[in-house]
């Protein structure tokens, strides 16, 4: 990969390299565009096969994040960071507080919080080193774990989606085909069976299926059986890149609604569902709850306006529906559409110079 091309191309501002051989540290923290503000996005812990694949899933995930800040109206840009190694073997004390030192050398510029991988005693270490971090415990005052708050985001997201395509947004006798039912997932199950939807899940992990069993008398199938169930829905809640060639013609769901982070493996898969009559929800918008939780506190945290502000995401969602019937566009490029118009608007507005008392020369 040639980094500075990939970055010029897609107009990344900064992407840092940090390691520290004490702990065993190995992170890369990529910055995509910061005109509306600090960039906030998670921290993702994941074993990567590769160094170049760490690194593409940095930058890719950090553009989605400049993405889903700017469409849920927050004042922030777009970051996020991986570190590679094993959640489950390669932690430790020392590396949340080495990262935590070379965010703060950042002053601000980034902020973080939980993504795959993390939680948020890795959040609370990270704060023993520097305040640019959300989603720490709430014996701090802060918000705590953004996953069940994304899952409600998901929940209004899909109720939006289920209304554009069967007329109402009630889940009630719906099925849903849930891939992945981690964190985000398994309290978005507890929403849907609730209201009184179906659920069919699939994870690679036997004991978070297991869960959802029992809790919610779901039914398991195999992970690769999750595309091609017969339902009304499908909610990707794993990793990106699941709607692409290969499932793209096993699906049989009319709605695409779920959390996970870049479900397109590319721009013309969304092209394909949009021409086959899906109606998708598009991802950035759907999982912004987490993010719009955690950048309350940066207001002072408060739960209530932080969920009000969530249940705003139905509205973006429909917004988004509008666009593309109007323009006659696929979802994910009315999203694009409307992230980048504020991204410029507000480009604009702060383009002309102010002083701030930083630009007097004295002493020289
Ligand atoms: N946690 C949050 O607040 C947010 C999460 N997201 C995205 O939502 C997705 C889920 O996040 P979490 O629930 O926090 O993560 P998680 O790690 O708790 O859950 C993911 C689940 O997917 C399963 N999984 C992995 N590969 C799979 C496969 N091939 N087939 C089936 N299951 C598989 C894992 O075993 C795990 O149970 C991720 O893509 C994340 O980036 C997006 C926004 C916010
Ligand atoms: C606080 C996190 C949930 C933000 C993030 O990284 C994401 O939305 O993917």
Not at 67 to 73: E, F, I, L, P, V
Not at 235 to 258: E, F, H, R, S
Not at 308 to 317: A, E, L, N, P
Request: charged share 25%; hydrophobic share 40%; glycine share 10%.
């Amino acid at each position: 990969m040639e980094i500075f091309k990939y970055m010029e191309t897609y107009d990344y501002e900064q992407l840092v390299f940090c390691q520290d051989k004490t702990s065993g540290l190995k992170a890369i923290i990529a910055i995509h565009d910061t005109t509306l503000g600090p960039a906030l996005g998670g921290t993702r812990m994941w074993n990567y096969a590769s160094e170049e694949e760490a690194i593409e899933d940095a930058l890719r995930l950090a553009k989605g994040m400049t993405y889903k800040n700017a469409a849920a109206g927050l004042n922030l840009g777009g970051g996020k960071t991986v570190i590679i190694g094993d959640p489950l073997k390669d932690k430790n004390e020392e590396m949340f507080r080495a990262f935590g030192r070379f965010i703060q050398g950042l002053n601000g510029r980034y902020i973080t919080a939980e993504d795959v991988g993390t939680t948020v005693a890795d959040m609370d270490i990270i704060h023993e080193e520097t305040n640019y971090v959300t989603g720490i415990s709430e014996a701090f005052g802060s918000s705590g774990n953004p996953s069940p708050v994304t899952a409600y985001g998901v929940y209004v997201g899909m109720k939006a989606a289920a209304k554009e395509a069967f007329g109402s947004d009630s889940l009630e006798g719906k099925t849903v085909a849930v891939q992945g039912v981690g964190n985000v997932a398994y309290t978005l199950c507890d929403y849907l069976h609730k209201e009184g939807a179906k659920l069919i899940v699939a994870d690679i992990n036997q004991a978070s299926v297991d869960r959802a069993v029992n809790a919610f008398d779901a039914v398991q199938v195999g992970v690769d059986e999750i595309y091609s169930q017969d339902a009304d829905i499908f909610a990707p809640c794993a990793l990106g890149a699941i709607i692409n060639d290969n499932t793209i013609p096993q699906l049989k769901a009319k709605v695409i609604a779920g959390s996970a982070n870049n479900q397109l493996k590319d721009t013309k898969h969304g092209d394909i569902i949009h021409e086959m009559g899906i109606v998708y929800a598009p991802d950035y918008v759907i999982n912004s709850g987490g993010v719009i939780n955690v950048a309350d506190e940066l207001y002072g945290y408060n739960h209530d306006r932080a969920m009000k502000r969530v249940s705003g995401i139905y509205d973006t969602i429909e917004k988004i529906f509008a666009i593309s019937k109007r323009d006659e566009i696929p979802t994910y490029v009315a999203a694009d559409r409307l992230a980048e118009e504020r991204i410029e608007r507000v480009g604009k507005s702060r383009s002309q110079f102010l002083q701030n008392g930083k630009h007097i020369i004295t002493n020289r």
